[in-house]
């Protein structure tokens, strides 16, 4: 005998493509990206489960659209955070299918990161142990997490704890 309920599954998984995984959207609805006057950051926006959208943004002058081929569409495109000014920025970049006129937007904000945090597990290391991850993690001042840092240098620096001895130096140790 089946279920009773069996006859339903179908139809409730096919409500629930269409109402949230199978519907177009962009890989993030909004981006902080760091303030850096000599190399922009970049960030790739992506449209899911979509066809070929026009882009465009509404302040060319704080975020430029990078690859795009005039007159063309295309389902992703890198933002450039090319903002001179190092307050806080915001620009809309708004995706519009080609084919269903569906508008997806996303908000670009540019802003000086305020303070970095590093995200690891220890904070000594002891020599012949097991590698450890270090990652920098960037905040604006109040508190919002920075969507990326590429292109920003950071200079490591580890230090030897004082009163034990160590046979390397910290800088030999850093990948
Ligand atoms: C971002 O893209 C621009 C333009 O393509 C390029 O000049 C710049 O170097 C890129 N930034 C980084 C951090 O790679």
Not at 3 to 18: I, K, S
Not at 110 to 137: G, K, S
Request: charged share 20%.
């Amino acid at each position: 005998m089946p279920l009773p309920g069996a006859n339903y599954l179908p139809f409730l998984a096919l409500v629930l493509c269409v109402t949230s995984l199978c519907a177009s959207r962009l890989n993030v609805p909004r981006v902080l990206l760091p303030y850096n006057h000599h190399t922009p950051t970049n960030f790739t926006l992506k449209v899911y489960n979509g066809g070929c959208y026009q882009w465009e943004c509404s302040r060319q002058e704080v975020a430029l659209l990078v690859g795009l081929e005039e007159d063309g569409c295309a389902n992703e495109v890198v933002v450039s955070a090319i903002s001179r000014s190092p307050t806080r920025q915001t620009a809309i970049i708004l995706a519009q299918d080609s084919g269903s006129g569906d508008v997806l937007r996303c908000d670009v904000l540019v802003d000086t990161i305020h303070h970095l945090e590093i995200i690891t597990t220890t904070r000594e290391l002891y020599e012949e142990e097991a590698p450890e991850a270090f990652e920098v993690q960037a905040y604006d001042s109040q508190g919002n997490q920075f969507s990326t840092l590429e292109g920003m240098e950071m200079i490591w620096e580890l230090e030897t704890l004082t009163g034990l001895e160590s046979s390397a130096g910290p800088q030999s140790v850093l990948r």
